[in-house]
């Protein structure tokens, strides 16, 4: 990339690559989708194009092209919102497995925010921004997120700077009370290394089968989100959430008895930024992704690591970008054979 003598920037192919995690940063976060977040950053890097060729060109593309996405995404997410109202069962993003290089992608405010950047990307975080207006959301992100001051934020919004100041203060509300409830359930931030052990046992409660096995990786109040989105045969997902350390011991016990022996298999992945596994079916079966498991870490009264909440995708219109997809029905049939 290169400037003219106006100092107007001169887009070029290698500009356009470099923008392309940027955009898709801020669409993802927008959107808590791969696939629409994709569409729109194609939409995005296109219109970036086109300006550079008009009198004036783009004189600060990273800019530019984040107003662009932001705008994109806003639309998306405001049609988007219709078709999740009648959603089958609970929503929840699909899963991002290179959510690091996702969140340094953007730029934080701070260094206390790059801290945290895993956090922005996380289910559970984009699972509360749904609960936002997409204006709420968009400034939100800009500013507690992204780091843009409130006037730059309104004029990507398109708004005044007192409203992107109050669209930013009832979200950042809203989303510290649904923090403040989970805090009541037992969670907090675990470190890395610990979480990663907690994972792993409970991989291998998978493997054992055992309720006694699951019970011991579970707060007493933990949540199982399964996100079938109605594409998934009968007995695939649940149609709401699960919650106790029984019951949800229970529903996994139940899963894995069902033929996850043989069935399919279990690799460890990162999942938006925190431990998690992708589910594989076996190659008997044809092999292709299952789905995904992340997982929320919590405290309990005496100190220890629990897992607070389970989250599973099994739809697979949300799988598509990690890889080739398994035969559903041919492993129902599998099931159903008793096998």
Do not use: C
């Amino acid at each position: 990339m290169t400037e003219d003598t106006a100092g107007t920037r001169i887009i070029d192919d290698d500009a356009l690559d470099r923008l392309r995690p940027l955009s898709f940063a801020v669409a993802y976060r927008m959107l808590g989708s791969v696939a629409e977040a994709e569409d729109v950053v194609q939409e995005a890097l296109l219109k970036v194009a086109q300006q550079a060729d008009e009198p004036g060109g783009v004189r600060n593309p990273d800019a530019f092209v984040t107003t662009v996405t932001t705008r994109l995404s806003i639309n998306v997410l405001r049609s988007a919102r219709a078709r999740r109202e009648t959603y089958v069962g609970p929503w929840l993003p699909e899963p991002l497995m290179d959510a690091t290089a996702v969140a340094h992608a953007a730029p934080a405010p701070d260094a206390a925010a790059h801290a945290e950047l895993a956090d922005d990307l996380s289910t559970a975080f984009l699972v509360v921004l749904e609960t936002l207006t997409p204006t709420e959301r968009a400034a939100f992100l800009l500013h507690d997120v992204l780091g843009y001051p409130h006037g730059e934020a309104a004029e990507i919004i398109g708004t005044t700077a007192v409203s992107a100041r109050q669209l930013a203060s009832r979200a950042r509300r809203r989303i510290e009370a649904k923090r403040s409830e989970a805090l009541g359930r037992t969670h907090a931030r675990r470190d890395r290394e610990e979480a990663n052990r907690l994972v792993g046992r409970f991989l291998a409660a998978i493997e054992e089968g055992k309720v006694e096995a699951f019970v011991d990786v579970l707060a007493d109040d933990v949540v199982f989100t399964g996100d079938g989105g109605g594409n998934v045969p009968p007995g695939f997902a649940i149609s709401k959430p699960m919650s106790g350390r029984e019951r949800v011991a229970k529903l996994l016990t139940g899963f894995t008895r069902r033929g996850m022996s043989g069935l399919a298999y279990y690799v460890p992945e990162d999942i938006n930024g925190a431990p998690g596994l992708v589910i594989m079916a076996s190659d008997d079966l044809g092999g292709g992704v299952l789905g995904t498991l992340s997982f929320e870490i919590g405290t309990t009264a005496d100190g220890s690591a629990r897992i607070a909440a389970a989250h599973g995708v099994v739809n697979p219109a949300k799988l598509g970008h990690l890889g080739r997809l398994a035969d559903l029905d041919r492993i129902a049939a599998y099931v159903r054979g008793g096998r």
